[in-house]
């Protein structure tokens, strides 16, 4: 399928916020999502959106929809070591029960 | 939250063996499971769709004959790759959709590393 775009690679220092970006291509995916994954593991689901909303927070998590530009992001507060992993944004296709990856954005949270 | 375990989590095997990788779901039942791919650095591809009590479908460019899938129950799919050679050697990663829960979320295992001598 055609490509989730997202930008490779992210350093912040720890207590900054971190925003990530990502641009999906099926502008009539029904559910966006942001999965965590961390060295070696499985991917961990941190949040999703709705196509019919705009934002979305969940804690120290801020999901921003722009469906005209097809733009997600997601925005991670007061980042953490902890939050240092790939985060991949997926969008839902073929009626929403399959998923398109991006290649994953690295994350490094520095002290 | 709704759990999947994969197992084993790391198997390493001779050129030309079968490998079978489970897929669980432990607390809820998944009447579609995932199979995905995921070569070093790199995203996941979708390997097939695999619906209890029926054939599997699978992406364009996977070889059903290699990569065996079945899902004989609610809570248990399994792939098998047959005749492994060390071009499949990569890290497995299979995902269940919970019909109950979050709408078309799709929760993943931890994972299976596969490493073909």
């Known amino acids: 399928g055609e490509d989730v775009e997202q930008s490779l690679f992210l350093s912040v220092r720890e207590g900054d916020s971190s925003v990530i970006n990502c641009t999906y291509t099926?502008?009539?995916?029904?559910?966006l999502y942001w999965y965590k994954q961390e060295p070696g593991a499985g991917l961990q689901l941190l949040t999703y959106?709705?196509?019919?909303?705009d934002m979305k927070q969940d804690q120290r998590l801020t999901v921003l929809l722009n469906k005209k530009d097809k733009h997600l992001s997601l925005r991670i507060a007061d980042t953490q070591t902890g939050d240092s992993a790939i985060y991949f944004c997926?969008?839902?296709?073929?009626?929403?029960?399959?998923?398109?990856f991006g290649k994953g954005t690295s994350l490094l949270v520095t002290p | 939250g709704a759990v999947v375990s994969q197992h084993p989590s790391r198997v390493i095997c001779k050129s030309g063996t079968s490998v079978k990788i489970e897929c669980r779901s432990l607390?809820?039942?998944?009447?579609?499971m995932f199979w995905y791919r995921q070569f070093p650095k790199q995203s996941l591809m979708l390997m097939a769709t695999?619906?209890?009590?029926?054939?599997?479908?699978?992406e364009q460019g996977v070889e059903k004959d290699k990569f065996l899938i079945n899902h004989a129950s609610l809570t248990l799919s399994t792939l098998t790759v047959t005749s492994a050679h060390p071009e499949d050697s990569s890290f497995y990663i299979c995902?269940?959709?919970?019909?109950?829960?979050?709408?078309?979320?799709?929760?993943f295992g931890p994972g299976t590393r596969l490493t073909v001598l």
């Open positions: 959106i709705f196509s019919n909303m």
């Open positions: 695999s619906n209890e009590g029926s054939k599997a479908t699978y």
């Open positions: 995902s269940a959709r919970d019909a109950g829960g979050v709408p078309n979320t799709q929760y």
């Open positions: 997926a969008e839902s296709i073929n009626s929403g029960y399959a998923l398109n």
């Open positions: 607390d809820f039942q998944a009447t579609t």
């Open positions: 099926d502008s009539s995916s029904t559910y």
